[in-house]
């Protein structure tokens, strides 16, 4: 198996990163760039591996989709146009991509088979499909359609009401876009509030949707228009150099452009609730994602407890907040986090056993983990176990480990960012 040796016991972290653009983001612009009447204009869009499925996914479905750099051209068949795909629809390694797009095709008639890697086969979906036969569509699959390969046949839908068992972005998603589809109105109930860029993207592609509190209302019928998507850089990927300025002495890094959804935002305030030095300076701006600069220097952090709404609003970061924590005075406890085990590995297991192999001393519980600071990393040999988030996580690891690590699996970084390594070694002059 093959092993890269990464950089460690780094100092000094100086200079300006622009990250990729917003993954979920990107996702949405092309899914709705596609249901839309007429062209849709994306720019920065996220060129990883996830959103090139999406693209080759809707291309399959009769839209046509010019790309040039991270400038794409969506030109949209409205909802009634997409055509039924001659090919079996491969999400790759894209959770985001099979879970909405089975919410568009659960109301279009015709049969569709969608697949993933092998990760993808082992994340359950009954989550998604079980509110989307009760909208009327019918969807098979192994073990009644918990698993992939998933047929879905769509159906003139029937509105619902439904309240969310778990709080998933995914899960709320597809059925908006299945309610779009719908007869009357739908109503979905969060127990949580998750990330809205698809309600925000609703609006900005000229559909109406209501919102008060966790419950969202939306009419079926409506016909969106093609529009520009501007994508804001995904704090998902900054995360990684927040986390890195924060713990790597001697550091001072400027990420621009950063998207700060609030929905989104939980990563920060939780860094300077543990007292990272960070500071935010928005753009002002009408679009319907705000986004700013962020700087972060290395700073003195001290443990906290993350749990209940806050969760939502950084389980994707939660990996380098672990890694953050390890260096952090006293204890940081991560509870409320179950939904980590349904990702692309279970991250509560993966972290916690990847980070020991370095020295930190970490515990699992059922619903999160334990970190005790200021641990000493010391190296070792790691694996990302195909996981990207934990890929990046190890290597800014790394930057603070005093002997060797050699990591396995580092290309299931290119899912969500490509240059990661290109941009984290121009910030080691």
């Known amino acids: 198996m093959n092993s890269s040796k990464l950089k460690t016991n780094i100092h000094g972290l ?3 990163v622009a990250v990729p653009g917003d993954k979920s983001i990107s996702h949405r612009s092309i899914m709705f760039g596609a ?3 007429g062209q849709t204009r994306v720019t920065n869009f996220l060129l990883g591996e996830d959103c090139l499925s999406t693209i080759a996914c809707f291309r399959k479905l009769g ?4 790309q040039e750099g991270d400038h794409v051209t969506v030109s949209g068949t409205g909802m009634e146009g997409l055509k039924e795909p001659k090919d079996i629809l491969d999400v790759g390694n894209s959770g985001t991509t099979i879970r909405l797009l089975m919410g568009i095709l659960a109301g279009r008639p015709f049969h569709s088979v969608l697949i993933g890697d092998e990760s993808i086969g082992n994340r359950p979906m009954t989550r998604v499909t079980r ?4 909208f009327g569509a019918q969807i098979n699959g192994r073990k009644n359609a918990e698993y992939t390969p998933l047929a879905v046949k769509g159906e003139q839908l029937s509105s619902i009401t439904y309240e969310l068992p778990v709080a998933s972005a995914q899960v709320k998603s597809s059925l908006l876009f299945a309610g779009l589809q719908a007869k009357g109105e739908t109503q979905i109930i969060e127990p949580i509030k998750t990330r809205d860029h698809t309600e925000r993207m609703i609006r900005q592609f000229g559909g109406e949707i209501e919102i008060d509190g966790h419950s969202i209302r939306i009419q079926g019928g409506q016909t969106l228009k093609g529009t520009e998507v501007h994508v804001p850089g995904d704090i998902s990927s900054a995360a990684f150099f927040l986390v890195a300025g924060a713990i790597v002495p001697e550091s001072e890094i400027h990420l621009k452009n950063v998207g700060l959804n609030p929905t989104r935002t939980g990563i920060i305030d939780v860094m300077q609730r543990m007292g990272a030095d960070i500071s935010i300076d928005p753009y002002e701006n009408e679009s319907e994602e705000p986004a700013g600069d962020i700087t972060i220097r290395s700073s003195s952090l001290k443990g906290t407890v993350i749990e209940g709404d806050l969760i939502p609003r950084l389980i994707d970061e939660i990996p380098v907040i672990a890694l953050l924590a390890t260096q952090a005075e006293g204890e940081t406890i991560i509870k409320d986090a179950e939904e980590l085990k349904v990702k692309e590995t279970n991250r509560i297991d993966t972290v916690v056993n990847e980070l020991y192999k370095l020295g930190a001393d970490i515990a699992a519980t059922e619903d999160g983990m334990i970190i005790r600071g200021k641990s000493s990393l010391t190296g070792g040999k790691v694996s990302s176990h195909g996981d990207h988030r934990i ?8 930057a603070i480990s005093s002997g060797d690590v050699h990591l396995t699996h580092k290309e299931a970084i290119s899912v969500s960012y490509p240059s990661f390594f290109e941009h984290f070694e121009s910030l080691q002059k």
């Open 131 to 134: 509110p989307l036969r009760l």
């Open 391 to 398: 890929g990046m996580m190890l290597a800014v690891a790394a």
């Open 14 to 16: 100086k200079g300006g």
């Open 63 to 66: 839209v046509s989709i010019e």
């Open 35 to 37: 249901i839309a009447e």
